[in-house]
């Protein structure tokens, strides 16, 4: 759980992981200014990890998946503790690794109306539609939405792509997924409810539009890497994965 001034949620999210089939439950505090450390702590959740300086949401991603792989994981599943995904899916999200059907599954706002009827604002609705469009032309791909922040992974997955080469801003979200695509593994959805409320994280509009624009950069790199224009760094190999005897 990449946490960010998450005190007033995370109770509510952390009761509705199935501790039954979770094995480690990581959270990553990104120099929060409120109590989202001591509430963890208070949880029971046994790695809590705290950031000095505010790393950026992409910066969070990369200690906590660094930590789940350093843990043994097999199957790594990212779920915001702002209460508005809810981790109930998690089982279903992790059978479809675990059977071998897919490496990746999002959490899908978009399938059926989970959107719109927990509250999403239209505008940025609209924006989701849009981005997802131009992104599923640019990179050739067919995802009902690339800004869900629910996720889960195999391991071979993080292993394979350097997510380390990727900002640490917002748009690491989608330069994960174009990773990761590039890599031409398939990437299954299914559909989430979400909530939208005061006390749910959420950037404003300005930091919107820098992610929109980031969002279309990106998909213009892959575009560009697919035709040989281009050799960007984060479509290279796992500098820490050596192809011939795996890792260092």
Known sequence: MPAYNAEKTLRDTYHEIPLDIV??????????SDNTVEVAKSLGI????????????????KTC?????????????MVHPDYQYTPRLIPSMAHLIAGDLYHVVLGSRILGRGALRGG???YKYIANRF???????????KLSEY??????FSR????KINFEANSDDFVFDNQMLSQILYAKYEIAEVTCPTKYFDEGSSINFRRSMVYGLGV??????????KWGLANYPEYRANPTKSPETGNE
Request: no cysteine; aromatic share 6%.
């Open 216 to 225: 279309l950069r990106t998909s213009f790199r892959h575009r560009f890497q």
């Open 131 to 141: 981005l997802t469009l131009s992104q599923n032309l640019i990179i050739r791909a």
């Open 120 to 122: 999403m604002p239209v």
């Open 23 to 32: 094995d480690d439950v990581v959270l990553v505090d990104d120099a929060s």
């Open 46 to 61: 046994t790695h809590v990890i705290s950031h000095d300086v505010n790393r950026g949401y992409g910066g969070n991603q």
């Open 65 to 77: 998946y660094d930590t789940a792989l350093k843990l043994g994981a097999d199957i790594v599943v």
């Open 147 to 152: 800004h869900t922040g629910y996720r889960a």
């Open 156 to 159: 071979e997955v993080l292993e």
